[in-house]
């Protein structure tokens, strides 16, 4: 896949500050490594102005959400607020909570940043291929013509896209998994060299697709202190048996099953400190498939003490709860 020793720490270019509801935030842009746009990511701090001790920090991972338009600004809020559209998906996938914001009052030094193919490093409408476009003109015709139609016909298309994204990686020897990794570690050494942050407590957490940015991160790096994975977390058998078309690519990457299975790859450096929570009723995971993954993950730490793993009920989300499950564990943990 790729590995941190190929990872530069990218010059970043910091923007406009803002400081609401106790959280202090900065714009940071770095290169990519690619052609592609720069990266944008928040950083968010607690606003404790004149504070000179390092706090721990939480790279967080934003989801797939089955939006491409978004990528930071599902889990976090930047200088103008909450996005449109976002209240709408927080709503329905994590009880219409920042996740940044309940990390940042936890205390942490909070990153998130968009990757390719999401938010600022989102794939532009006019190198869409026609097929794409196609898709989303389908489902969202030119009239009317609005920006919510448009970033809702975006979207339609983008999940079109995803697949020859996919192809594309695999015929130019790596994967959609693998490109977003490599953006994953550069952010992360930008965490690490960012002035206020303890760079032995940094810990990486994200939920669904995040979950699996999160597997891969703790695969290739050895520098984050623990790992919080949320309903991210099954047995490839159990994807393979009718719930692939659900999966997003950032868990498949071809060949990788014939050597390790989706557990094996988040213990791979245990004992290293590990939260995964599960959903009960799941739509992405069957019960069998996300309690066998449960058993790999337990022989792999036996006897660390150093792997938790929580079941909420409910669907796949990421529930209030399980934020303050999750937040509650870094404390004790990072």
Known sequence: MTDESAADTPEVTYGRSWVRHGVAG?????AAGDDGPDTEGWLLRPDHGGEIAARPAVLLMH???????????????????ASPGVPEL?????????????????GFVVLVHDVFPW?????PWPELPDRAAAAGYAAFPPSPDTPEI?????????????????????LTGTSLAGTVVAEDLRALNVLLATD??????????????GGARVAHLLACSTRL??????????????????????????MITPGLPAVCDWPEIAACQAPRPLLVQFALDDSHFGRRGMRDSEAVLRRAYEGSGALTTQWF????????GMQVGAAQWLARNV
């Open 63 to 81: 989801a797939h959400d089955g939006v491409k338009f978004y990528g930071k600004e599902k889990v976090a809020d930047g200088p103008d607020g």
């Open 119 to 123: 938010g600022s490093r989102r794939v």
């Open 225 to 250: 202190r623990a790992g919080v994975i949320t309903a991210m977390m099954s047995t490839f058998a159990d994807v393979a048996d009718g719930r692939a078309d659900d999966t997003t690519w950032l």
């Open 150 to 170: 448009r970033r809702r016909r975006y979207d339609a298309a983008a999940r079109e896209h995803e697949h020859g994204l996919a192809k594309t990686a695999a």
């Open 313 to 320: 009920a409910g669907g796949h989300r990421f529930s209030a």
């Open 26 to 30: 900065r714009e940071l842009t770095w």
């Open 90 to 106: 927080r709503t329905r996938g994590y009880e219409g909570r920042s996740v940044a914001t309940g990390l940042v009052h936890a």
């Open 196 to 209: 206020g942050v303890d760079p032995y407590r940094v810990a990486a957490a994200g939920f669904s697709g």
